[in-house]
């Protein structure tokens, strides 16, 4: 189950794209799941289920989303883009293996900061007054960091 | 070529960066789209770092995976315990009911033998999207029983007895007396007799019709009385009196209707309505049976595009144009070689329609068994757009090529004797509008495949 929630959040996160909207979804996959549990074929497999959900959920999200603000991934995107995070798992796994190895190696405090930044995502306004900085600033350092692990991870990759 | 996809994949990284921090405007949003939807790699750049932004959330966690995950399992628990406490209740109930089942065939069989046979007399060989009935457990396939009453709150169901196909359309009531008999409570159905049968009976308070080899429409109510009215073939109706006893007999062929009312002894003929017919001929057209997670509609869809006719765990068989004659050749693009159907063919059209609302749970299969043969079952985007002028007159369809079944998942079958044609969509519920389309042939001759 531990392992089931973080990948139906990335699921949910690849769909919405943003964090805080990850949340809700994972939030309403959750009831969803809840719910419909008895619904749920035992022969089956129960990842596959809980994404299959999870992909619905998040695609009437994005829905609402793309209406409420008036842009937003169409259904054609929508349907490529989880047909390429179902097809491509094993590859994205080993890409988060190499992510993980390239965040071991970042000093103590970027890794600390990177960690902040993403718990914080929600509130980085906050987080930079906490630091006593502009918000500006923590995102340019966030970019930094993120480049830096971006290329970390192709240079691995590439090596192997 | 590298450093210009190279650029693309930045563009794309630094548009999702902006996408998950929640600073992306509309422009550089369709910018996105456009980049994902027109080149795959940039498909795969955006998936990739929307997992890499996953992970990194991940690894901020400050709980562990176990404690993330625990919050959830907590709910989870909960439903478990209630699925395990309902499944005990139901192997309670199920060996309960057999020894139960035991002692009452036992006890029947001493006291009542011969007298006590609810035998199967028919299966439930279609159902309509709206259908509700009055009792649970109507589902297609079912046996149906003789002594058995079906009331239709509203909706259609067919039923497949031994020579006949019977629809009744809610709200209605009837019971089933024999594989060959039946009586009209209330509302209204239309009898279909299978080739070369006869003698299936419906009686009603009225009147006793009993069928010679046809299709007719029976309704009653007990204002009106009973209209009955045959679209083909012979039928003989008895007006009955306050006994049930025969007393006024009349013939009905082709085209020509009757109206019967016991109370008043009356019989007269009334102008035959052809439309009586329409709605099953809309909701079931040249269909014999359904099985499966398919249903029929009695309404006729104005528009079939994505999330215009949205279906839930099932999907939709519709009837389009019926009985065209082809004036020249049709050909039908598919995966496969393309199949021509020669001009002087008169072919009936069936879409297929499968679009989930957001809580689809059940992965739909299913199959439709036609009277006549199946000629072509396209399920690409080219095989759709080139039969569309066979759908109904003014619907609309989907543009976008998201229509079409994706093949490598979803399977379509066809049976030896070209009746059936089944449909499996894999082992997950579905996400988006799916659509096939069915072309049975009533002449099948020189139907093949193009060189």
Known sequence: MALTYHDIYSTGLTIVGNQDDAEDVIQEVCVVLWQKFDEFDEGTNFRKWAHAVTFNVAKAYARKKRRRRGFGFNDYVLMKVSQMKSGGEELFELQCEVLRECMDHLPEADREFLSACYRNSSSLTNYARELGRSVETIYTKLKRLRRRLTECVTRKLGKE | ?451
Not at chain 2, 67 to 93: G, K, P
Not at chain 2, 251 to 268: C, K, M, Y
Not at chain 2, 294 to 309: A, D, G, H, K, N
Request: glycine residues 8%; proline residues 5%.
């Open chain 2, 1 to 451: 070529m590298l450093s210009n996809y190279s650029s693309l994949a930045d563009e794309v990284q630094a548009l999702a960066d902006q996408l998950f921090d929640g600073r992306i405007d509309g422009p550089r949003m369709r910018r996105l789209e456009a980049l994902i939807e027109n080149d795959l790699a940039c498909l795969q750049v955006y998936v990739e770092r929307m997992t890499y932004h996953g992970e990194l959330v991940k690894n901020a966690e400050v709980r562990s995976p176990a404690q993330a995950a625990l919050a959830v399992m907590r709910e989870f628990s909960y439903a478990v315990r209630m699925h395990e406490r309902r499944r005990w209740f139901a192997q309670f109930w199920i060996y309960g009911g057999m020894v139960a089942s035991l002692l009452l065939i036992v006890g029947g069989a001493l006291f009542f033998t011969g007298a006590f046979d609810p035998v199967p007399v028919g299966i439930v060989a279609g159902l309509s999207d709206d259908a509700q009935f009055s009792s649970t457990g109507i589902d297609l396939g079912r046996f149906v029983r003789r002594g058995e009453q079906i009331t239709v709150n509203q909706g259609m169901i067919s039923l497949q007895l031994s020579n006949v196909l019977v629809d009744v359309l809610g709200p209605a009531s009837i019971q089933l007396e024999a594989g060959d008999r039946m009586v009209l409570n209330a509302g209204s159905l239309f009898a279909k007799m299978l080739p070369g049968a006869n003698g299936f009976t419906v009686s009603t308070p009225d009147v006793e019709v009993v069928d010679l080899g046809t299709e007719f429409y029976v309704q009653y109510t007990p204002v009106t009385g009973t209209q009955v009215s045959v679209r083909q073939g012979r039928v003989r109706a008895s007006l009955l009196d306050w006994k049930h006893a025969p007393v006024n007999l009349l013939e009905l062929t082709d085209g020509r209707s009757a109206q019967f009312q016991g109370a008043a002894q009356l019989v007269r003929e009334v102008v035959y309505q052809p439309e009586v017919f329409q709605p099953i001929d809309q909701s079931r057209g040249g269909i014999q049976r359904i099985d499966g997670l398919l249903r029929t509609t009695p309404r006729i869809p104005v528009s079939l595009q994505s999330e215009q006719l949205q279906t839930t765990n099932h999907m939709l068989v519709i009837p389009e144009r019926q009985n065209v004659l082809l004036d020249r050749d049709l050909v039908i693009p598919g995966e496969g070689e393309p199949v021509r159907i020669p001009a002087g063919a008169v072919i009936s059209s069936y879409l297929i329609h499968y679009d989930p609302k957001v809580l689809a749970t059940l992965a739909p299969r299913g199959a439709v068994t036609f009277f006549d043969e199946i000629a072509a079952v396209t399920a690409t985007e080219e095989g759709l757009k080139a039969t569309d002028h066979l759908g109904l007159p003014g619907i609309r369809f989907e543009s976008n090529k998201f229509r079409e079944f994706e093949m490598d998942e979803d399977e379509v079958r066809i049976s030896q004797d070209r009746k059936t044609v089944s449909f499996y969509c894999g082992v997950n519920p579905g996400e988006f509008l799916d659509e096939a389309r069915v072309i049975v042939v009533a002449k099948t001759k020189g139907v093949v495949p193009a060189p």
